[in-house]
């Protein structure tokens, strides 16, 4: 069984840049959740995507956007880079039809806003 | 917005030691896990409760779920250097969306 994966590991961008994040869910898995974690904090949630959609937000500015492709992998894009931007960006996969919450999660993308 | 809250945040036992990870909210929810989450990596999924008062054990660590599922905590037995890390709650309601707490720091020193 192959585990979420992500890439880049580390990343280190200027503000005002654009960036890419991407993941590759668990085999299995339909549904695809991004977190954003600061140093210090636990998990926020950024946005879940199903069926190649959007299946809900938490509170993120419209440049945090997303994309889920046909075979369930995911990317995550942010405009318009801020200082606070930096962080660890947690791409989680799941099962949409076993309800339970339960979160596989990739090693992460460390992301510094210079 | 579900607000989780953990304490203590931050933990530095020997080993040997028991220690009890507390994790409160004033919602209801539908499920609740924990995570543990090494420095660099991505949290682990350690174990799902749902069920009011259902407590579970996995080797040296209990956990449990509060009667009316708002609040739930975890104990760890004789904590060992393997089990530093940091720990998570995460709870969901009707959209099993989960919200994580901040998170408890554990250090267990040899």
């Known amino acids: 069984e192959t585990g979420v994966t992500q890439s880049p590991t580390h990343l280190i961008k200027t503000r005002g840049q654009q960036v890419t994040l991407r993941c590759s869910s668990q085999s299995g898995h339909n549904t695809v959740s991004w977190y954003q974690q600061a140093l210090g904090q636990g998990p926020q949630f950024i946005f879940q995507?199903?069926?190649?959609?959007?299946?809900g937000r938490g509170n993120f500015p419209p440049r945090f956007s997303g994309l889920q492709f046909p075979n369930y992998s995911s990317e995550l894009n942010v405009n318009a880079l801020e200082l606070d931007d930096s962080a660890l960006y947690l791409c989680?996969?799941?099962?949409?039809?076993?309800?339970?919450?339960?979160?596989?999660f990739g090693e992460g993308s460390r992301l510094t806003v210079l | 917005t579900q607000l989780l809250e953990q304490s203590p945040q931050f933990l530095s036992i020997q080993e040997g030691e028991n220690l009890t990870v507390y994790c409160n909210s004033s919602s209801v929810f539908s499920s609740l896990q924990w995570y543990r989450q090494e420095p660099g990596e991505g949290p682990v999924l350690l174990v799902t409760?749902?069920?009011?008062?259902e407590v579970k054990k996995l080797k040296r660590l209990t956990f449990q779920f509060g009667d009316a599922r708002k609040d739930s905590s975890l104990h760890i037995t004789a904590a060992q250097p393997g089990d530093t890390g940091l720990y998570l709650c995460a709870g969901s309601g009707g959209s099993y969306i989960p919200t994580f707490g901040r998170g408890t720091s554990l250090i267990v020193h040899p």
């Open positions: 989680a996969s799941s099962r949409q039809d076993k309800n339970t919450g339960e979160l596989f």
């Open positions: 995507y199903y069926r190649e959609e959007e299946n």
């Open positions: 409760v749902v069920t009011g008062g």
